[in-house]
């Protein structure tokens, strides 16, 4: 039996297979995906173990769910039999607006579900992965926690909490992708060399973050770093007068919204 299964090995699904393997052995992971080529390089740098999604039903404790929302009950619907003769078996579900009610729906049964958000940075171990669990056991929550801890920080609130949150975490880091690309922008427009300003816009937002998880509050860090009459705070003024923060706060608003009209 495998410790883990993956039905669809995309972008995210394939980032939680390298991450899990760090934290299980690659034997134990069984992958599936349509896409072949997908398949053989998780299978060279995880050891994961290519499988159809029948096998993974029958055979792993812990089965993910890693296809788009629109193709999930399409997906569900030749293994809800099999998954609902299994009293041992843990779905896992990455998929964007489809709820753990969604999930038992499409199967016709209710199965212990976790439903997880996780964030492109779980790539390279530093993701936001927010979960909630219905029907799951402490011990299964403790066994699912073990093998994604390498894929970033792990956090449960209630699943109806999750849209909002993910407007954040899951949107978030194309915003800060935007901001950093501007910050490297006006770099070079005062004279520095692209790669340059690329470097160390990036740093900058690493080391930020990090004073961030480990001081707390960002207005007493900023405050911090804003001399009376100096640069730093002459700076926040123009981004002020670019209404810096509304725009932000809009940012994650319409993300949030476009969440809440396509699960209708």
């Known amino acids: 039996m495998y410790t883990l299964g993956f039905i669809g090995c995309g972008n995210m699904g394939g980032a939680l ?12 992971i069984a992958i599936a995906d349509f896409d072949q080529t997908k398949l053989a390089t998780l299978q060279k740098d995880c050891g994961a173990v290519p499988s159809t999604a029948e096998e993974i039903a029958k055979t792993c404790k812990f089965v993910v ?16 039999d099999t998954l609902k003769t299994r009293g041992d078996v843990v779905l896992i579900t990455i998929a964007a607006g489809v709820s753990i009610a969604g999930i038992c729906g499409y199967i016709g049964a209710e199965l212990p579900v976790i439903r997880i958000m996780p964030n492109t940075p779980a790539l390279v171990g530093e993701g936001m992965i ?56 006006g770099a070079v427009e005062c004279g520095l ?28 860090l900023k405050d911090a770093v804003c001399s009376p009459g100096g640069t730093t705070i002459a700076g926040i003024h123009a981004l002020e007068n670019g209404r810096f923060r509304g725009v932000t706060m809009s940012a994650v608003l319409a993300a949030y919204q476009r969440t809440l009209e396509l699960k209708k």
């Open 130 to 185: 927010l979960y909630d669990t219905k029907g799951v056991s402490a011990k299964d929550e403790q066994a699912f926690l073990a093998c994604f801890a390498k894929a970033g920080t792990l956090d449960k609130l209630p699943e109806e909490k999750i849209d909002a949150a993910s407007a954040l975490s899951g949107c978030g880091p194309a915003f800060v992708y935007a901001f950093a690309e501007a910050l490297a922008d």
């Open 193 to 220: 060399a692209r790669d340059k300003a690329n470097l160390y816009a990036a740093q900058t937002l690493r080391g930020a973050a990090e004073m961030l998880l480990t001081f707390g509050h960002p207005a007493d």
């Open 17 to 28: 297979v390298k991450a899990a393997a760090k934290a299980v052995d690659g034997k134990t």
């Open 65 to 80: 769910l890693g296809v788009k929302p629109q193709n999930m009950q399409a997906m569900l619907a030749p293994l809800a």
